[in-house]
């Protein structure tokens, strides 16, 4: 129970990824909250990847988003009139760039002023990118008709992108306003996106035991690799290519409901359920998160356990009531004249009645007419076999009334009047032919009865108490 106080957990062996849990987490999936503190995804590949970890790795940089802001080094702005020379620096390589550019490219008219931009080579590596990628999606970005991006090769010793603005259709702008204009675009290129899945901040690779079952009904036990996100995008990861969509789920309940509908977000939610209840070694029993998680999706879509939730539902002000905004409710429900069918369990325990479950959901049905024309008892038959003959057939075996025709073997064996019946002498059970059963046990001399004197030393029995 105290662990369950605690905000977040690290994951085992990966020590950036931090997941909520606890009463904190708990909270989050039954108030149905649409923003999760630590959102993300497990994300399985298709089986003939699952043990390649270089693919893994592939994937996970083709998933992770990758900004600008991880790219970028530092940017200068310099002044640069000539667009095929340029500063030291960049000269020999922007040479080579419109020696191998279009005509139409070398001949168009741009902005003196250029922002210089110096990219992480190590970062460029590990994210597999290429510099023509970076180029089109800045030109994408900003505009084609805006800016003019060129840019080194992969493989130069300085990623250098160079960007200048390109005049507008409306008139030329003052040399003052050129360089205001980049230095807004210098701040904005950070939020540039090259590649990746919006949301999808950190992709984290961890190895996991796999137990597949084979089909002579033997199993076999074997690791894959698995991804965690930092971020949540569902639809989008789903789509990707070497995903598995079968496996990959969300922990956000209410993205999975958006996604894959209402019986995946209950299993879904069943899961997290669990998986809060059980990690510091409670147990609660499956029905009863099966009842919290049917309850909150047998509408269609999700209902929360608040007032917002259960205080929605159609039921009536008495169980509403016995919630939350209990005055609220009660003035709304007299306002409007309110009629409760007491069909609930809280309604009836609040006004002392057998609640509509169980026994108490059914009414018992007697055909008066034909207890009216069930035979009579017969006769020498005591009070006790009267009463019980208007609940048992006549025809029965058993049955007081018939036990007078039936055989002495079998006779009253079962009926409510025969077994202890002194009139009946046949009966093995009755008291004044078997002293196991008398009422007066014990007698001076004798052991068991002075009435029938059955083990008594004297026959006839002596005194009684």
Not at 30 to 50: R, S, W
Not at 177 to 191: D, G, H, K, N, S
Request: with cysteine; net charge negative.
């Amino acid at each position: 129970a105290t662990q369950m106080t605690l905000n977040t957990f690290h994951f085992a062996g990966v020590s950036a990824k931090n997941v909520t849990l606890g009463v904190p987490r708990l909270r989050e999936l039954i108030n149905v909250a649409k923003t999760v503190k630590t959102p993300g995804l497990t994300v399985f590949l298709k089986p003939e990847y699952v043990h390649d970890r270089d693919k893994v790795r592939e994937v996970s940089t083709n998933l992770e988003m990758c900004n600008l802001d991880k790219l970028i080094s530092y940017w200068t702005i310099i002044y640069d009139p000539d667009i095929k020379s340029s500063i030291t620096e960049d000269r020999e390589w922007v040479e080579e760039y419109f020696d191998w550019a279009d005509a139409e490219r070398g001949e168009e008219v741009v902005s003196p002023w250029v922002l210089r931009v110096v990219l992480d080579s190590k970062v460029f590596n590990d994210k597999r990118l290429e510099m023509q990628q970076i180029g089109e999606r800045v030109t994408e970005e900003f505009g084609y008709n805006f800016v003019s991006v060129i840019q080194t090769d992969d493989n130069a010793e300085e990623l250098v992108m160079r960007i200048r603005l390109k005049p507008s259709p409306e008139g030329e702008e003052a040399e003052n306003e050129e360089e205001v204009t980049l230095r807004q675009i210098a701040e904005a290129l950070p939020m540039v996106r090259i590649k990746g899945i919006v949301d999808i901040k950190k992709v984290y690779m961890r190895e996991e035991n796999k137990v597949t079952y084979l089909e002579n009904g033997s199993f076999m036990r074997t690791k894959e690799w698995v991804m965690d996100t930092d971020g949540v995008n569902l639809p989008a990861v789903l789509a990707a290519d070497d995903v598995d969509h079968t496996r990959t789920i969300s922990n956000s309940i209410v993205e999975v409901a958006e996604t894959l509908g209402i019986e995946a977000v209950r299993a879904s939610l069943l899961n997290e359920v669990r998986r809060v209840i059980s990690f510091d070694g409670s147990y609660v029993n499956y029905r009863h998160l099966a009842v919290l998680c049917d309850i909150m999706t047998a509408r269609g879509t999700l209902t929360s356990i608040t007032r917002h939730g259960i205080n929605r539902i159609d039921r009536g002000p008495m169980m509403k009531c016995s919630f939350e905004e209990t005055v609220e409710i009660l003035v709304d429900a007299a306002m409007f004249a309110e009629t409760d069918e007491m069909k609930g369990i809280t309604e009836n325990i609040m006004l002392g009645q057998l609640c509509r479950f169980g026994t108490g959901a059914f009414d018992i049905m007697i055909d008066e007419d034909g207890v009216a024309a069930c035979t009579g008892t017969a006769e020498g038959q005591d009070l006790l076999a009267a009463d019980a003959a208007d609940f048992l057939h006549d025809n029965y075996l058993g049955a007081p009334a018939a036990a007078l025709h039936s055989l002495q073997s079998m006779s009253g064996l079962f009926s409510p009047a025969q077994p202890q019946s002194p009139d009946l002498p046949h009966t093995l059970t009755s008291p004044m032919q078997a002293a196991f059963m008398n009422e007066l046990p014990q007698t001076k001399k004798g052991q068991y009865s002075d009435v029938n004197a059955l083990f008594s030393p004297e026959p006839g029995g002596g005194e009684r108490f």
